[in-house]
């Protein structure tokens, strides 16, 4: 990843969607009400985000596993710490927390993105221009 090169000093972060601490999370275990348990990560899509130019990043499938199958319940990523942080820097403090944008205990919740909506996941390399705001 560009960002993470020796003269920067950023470090490899991970996130994960479903959001972690919900119970929509493939890691929140079905005994504890989770909806999507997964007994591995490795489970999940897995992917890794790297910075093109200045506010524009890249979403790629992670070679190192096998390839989706677009029925996976949950994704991750690897990406640069400073990408993580800013991912969700629209909302003021921690989403799932209380505030303006939160999720209560056992809330259920859907997550659009119609940036994505003529992408075609159905073929064996997914290309995918998503415009910007």
């Not at 990843?1 to 950023?10: R, Y």
């Not at 820097?89 to 997550?111: C, I, M, Q, R, T």
Request: hydrophobic share 35%; net charge negative.
């Amino acid at each position: 990843m560009p960002e993470l090169t020796p003269n920067n000093k950023d470090s490899a972060s991970c996130d994960e969607f479903a959001y972690a601490a919900s119970y929509n999370s493939g890691g929140m275990p079905a005994a504890k009400g989770g909806l999507n348990e997964v007994t591995s990560g490795d489970k999940c899509v897995q992917t890794y985000a790297t910075r093109s130019t200045q506010g524009e990043w890249h979403l790629y499938d992670d070679i190192r596993t096998a390839a989706p199958i677009w029925k996976e319940v949950c994704g991750r990523s690897t990406m640069s710490g400073w990408i993580n942080s800013g991912s969700m820097a629209g909302f003021p403090g921690n989403f799932s927390a209380p505030g303006k944008f939160h999720l209560l205990d056992k809330d259920e919740y859907w997550v659009a993105f119609p940036e994505f909506a003529h992408c075609d996941a159905s073929k064996a390399i997914v290309t995918c221009t998503v415009p910007k705001p």
